[in-house]
């Protein structure tokens, strides 16, 4: 046990970028770039503005559902003892909204997974201090500290979003929708969005998995902490990689998604919009970023099956079937187009690449992957621009055959990455 944590992966890596990426965001505030600082961010989740305190629980607490997910998915505590911790919190949470007076308490879920949330929290820094086994007070360090670098991602990450949004790029929009007709036939976000439409308790069930993304990703972390060894690299490390690629990557392929771009028009009366010369767009007033090409949602989800490979069966499919309902959320919320979540797959490749662990950059595996994960990427941005768009639209089979090749292309080569560690793991 004691091997296992002196293993767990140093956090130096993550912490740095995190500062990077801090002070990068700072910069485009001072400079006027965005109106929004990232301690403006933090306040507005805390709902400091709010006049009832009872929303600044509601707020300082939402942050720590992740906590929840870590712990629980993480050793080297007694499954008995985390379980009946969640229930503690739960059952705090019950009285809470009880003594609130909260109408149909019992259906806001997420305010369970606070409450649970916090009295996990609360139960590692009580380890972290006060517990007499070692590896139970290494591994509550090692959660904290991740678990404050994992809120601080997130906290970029929405920053990024508003400052992507204020920005108001044009965008590619018009492309997407047409490569996604050109290359299947019918525009698969407008079906996906057809078909939930009038289904309000699907929808609903779509946009809790869509927001419940960061749960899945900090259960990763704690099955990680487990032996991290297993994982080709680090949860956090992935997270801060795919965060600076999709950064780069949306100021070349701004694409805002359906219903920013389209607003009330989508997906009924874009034919003459389709009908009409190529163009950028602007999207309509408010919250609307420019972070759809590539899919990160559908990246992330692909994240942690990849991370979680080497977990137990029932495991593996857990991640794999909400990772799929995760695509299918992106499309029927009006968030992505497929071609979207297309070009997630060859992007995902160069990161796995970038991040790996174990094997040189010397080796042809790691160069294959990273360099042909960007040149697919790269293909895709040219085939956004709205004269190429329109030219590949009257080329479906083109079209078509490029969305199998980057899916096909990016597993093979990534499978072939996944070889080459593994022979070097065996051989050491």
């Known amino acids: 046990m004691t091997a296992a944590v002196t293993e767990l992966r140093p956090l130096k890596g993550p912490f740095v970028a995190l500062s990077v990426a801090l002070a990068a965001l700072y910069g485009l505030w001072l400079i006027g770039w965005t109106p929004y600082p990232v301690h403006w961010v933090l306040f507005s989740l805390l709902n400091t503005g709010e006049a009832d305190p009872r929303a600044w629980i509601d707020g300082f607490a939402g942050f720590w559902q992740v906590a929840l997910f870590v712990v629980l998915a993480s050793s080297p505590w007694s499954v008995k003892l985390k379980l009946a911790l969640a229930g503690i919190g739960i059952v705090l949470t019950a009285a809470y909204q009880l003594v609130l007076g909260t109408p149909l308490w019992w259906l806001y879920l997420y305010s369970f997974f606070s409450g649970a949330g916090l009295v996990m929290m609360g139960f590692l820094v009580h380890q972290w201090i006060y517990s007499e086994s070692s590896v139970q007070k290494d591994t509550a360090a090692y959660l904290v500290r991740g678990i404050l670098i994992f809120i601080g991602f997130g906290l970029v990450t929405k920053t990024f979003l508003l400052f992507s949004s204020a920005h108001a790029a044009p965008v590619l929009d018009w492309s997407a929708l047409e490569l996604d007709a050109a290359a299947f036939g019918f525009s698969p976000s407008a079906w996906a969005w057809n078909a939930v439409r009038e289904n309000a308790a699907v929808r609903r069930i779509f946009a809790i998995a869509y927001e419940a993304l960061p749960l899945a990703m900090a259960a990763v972390f704690g099955i990680e902490s487990r032996n991290p060894a297993r994982m080709p690299f680090g949860l956090l490390k992935g997270l801060f990689v795919c965060g600076f690629v999709a950064a780069a990557a949306y100021s070349i392929t701004p694409v805002s998604g359906p219903v920013y771009a389209f607003g009330p028009a989508f997906p009924g009366k874009l034919d003459p919009l389709l009908e009409g010369a190529p163009e950028l767009l602007a999207t309509a007033p408010g919250f609307s970023p420019r972070n759809a090409f590539p899919s990160m949602h559908w990246g992330w989800a692909l994240l942690t099956v990849?991370?979680?490979?080497?977990?137990?069966?029932?495991?593996?499919?857990?991640?794999?079937?909400?990772?799929?309902?995760?695509?299918?959320?992106?499309?029927?919320?009006?968030?992505?187009?497929?071609?979207?979540?297309?070009?997630?797959?060859?992007?995902?490749?160069?990161?796995?690449?970038?991040?790996?662990?174990?094997?040189?950059?010397?080796?042809?595996?790691?160069?294959?992957?990273?360099?042909?994960?960007?040149?697919?990427?790269?293909?895709?941005?040219?085939?956004?621009?709205?004269?190429?768009?329109?030219?590949?639209?009257?080329?479906?089979a083109v079209m078509s055959g490029w969305c199998v090749l980057s899916v096909a292309a990016s597993v093979f080569l990534y499978r072939r990455l996944m070889l080459a560690r593994e022979r070097r793991t065996a051989a050491t």
């Open 306 to 396: 990849l991370l979680t490979a080497h977990c137990r069966w029932p495991v593996r499919i857990a991640f794999l079937a909400y990772a799929l309902v995760i695509a299918a959320s992106t499309l029927a919320l009006g968030e992505h187009y497929l071609v979207d979540l297309i070009a997630s797959f060859p992007v995902m490749l160069a990161i796995v690449a970038v991040c790996v662990e174990g094997v040189s950059w010397r080796n042809a595996e790691r160069r294959w992957a990273a360099f042909g994960g960007l040149g697919m990427y790269l293909a895709w941005s040219v085939m956004l621009r709205p004269s190429i768009a329109k030219i590949l639209a009257g080329i479906p």
